[in-house]
T-cell receptor
Framework: AQSVTQPDIHITVSEGASLELRCNYS??????LFWYVQSPGQGLQLLLK????DTLVQGIKGFEAEFKRSQSSFNLRKPSVHWSDAAEYFC???????????WGAGTKLIIKP | GAVVSQHPSWVICKSGTSVKIECRSL??????MFWYRQFPKQSLMLMAT?????????EQGVEKDKFLINHASLTLSTLTVTSAHPEDSSFYIC??????????FGPGTRLTVL
């Protein structure tokens, strides 16, 4: 069965440090890939998505993600985190024409001052 | 992207009562909306896909008679939790499917059943 794995339940980084959140999927073909952020009291916000083309995609708030087919991964990165980036991050994939999303369990990002 | 609102944002009800949650697409005509449930510290679980003017498609294990979904217009879908019980307490989130099949999410509704 198709699945999405976010290996890290939570990650703590210092403000100003770089960040990488991992996401792996299990599927035979190339899925459509998404990263969402969920902040307390706010709805899930789309950071970026990959459908096809350049495997390095740029998103909002300075985030980027790279699709690596050989590793079935779509890791999210940011060169320098800000305290406002503290939130829950979800990786999701869509594997059919209905674009129903299959979600990872989420990674909680904690920022140290 | 589409702006999605949900009402109410927080509701507390007695066991056995019914609760209606509204999901509105404020600036986009949404043919398809999705309803999710999120348990604490867990990911989203898709409950159903709501298509305007037709019956919702429920995921396996979701009781359609308990979670009534109505999508009567392109801007409004409602989820009614009938005869709510404490185990129905959860965070309910709706989303709107955009032009390129991405999803835009509402802020969620926290339901607490006493």
């Amino acid at each position: 069965a198709q699945s999405v794995t976010q290996p890290d339940i939570h990650i703590t980084v210092s403000e100003g440090a770089s960040l990488e959140l991992r996401c792996n999927y299990s599927y035979g073909a190339t899925p459509y890939l998404f990263w969402y952020v969920q902040s307390p009291g706010q709805g899930l916000q789309l950071l970026l998505k990959y459908f096809s083309g350049d495997t390095l995609v740029q998103g909002i708030k300075g985030f980027e993600a790279e699709f690596k087919r050989s590793q079935s991964s779509f890791n999210l990165r940011k060169p320098s985190v800000h305290w406002s980036d503290a939130a829950e991050y979800f990786c999701a994939v869509a594997m059919d024409s209905n674009y129903q999303l299959i979600w990872g369990a989420g990674t909680k990002l904690i920022i140290k001052p | 992207g589409a702006v999605v609102s949900q009402h109410p944002s927080w509701v507390i009800c007695k066991s056995g009562t019914s609760v209606k949650i509204e999901c509105r697409s404020l600036d986009f005509q949404a043919t398809t909306m999705f309803w999710y449930r999120q348990f604490p510290k867990q990911s989203l679980m898709l409950m159903a896909t709501s298509n305007e003017g037709s019956k919702a498609t429920y995921e396996q294990g979701v009781e359609k008679d308990k979670f009534l979904i109505n999508h009567a217009s392109l801007t409004l879908s409602t989820l009614t939790v009938t005869s709510a019980h404490p185990e129905d307490s959860s965070f309910y989130i709706c989303s709107v499917q955009g032009s390129y099949n991405e999803q835009f999410f509402g802020p969620g509704t926290r339901l607490t059943v006493l």
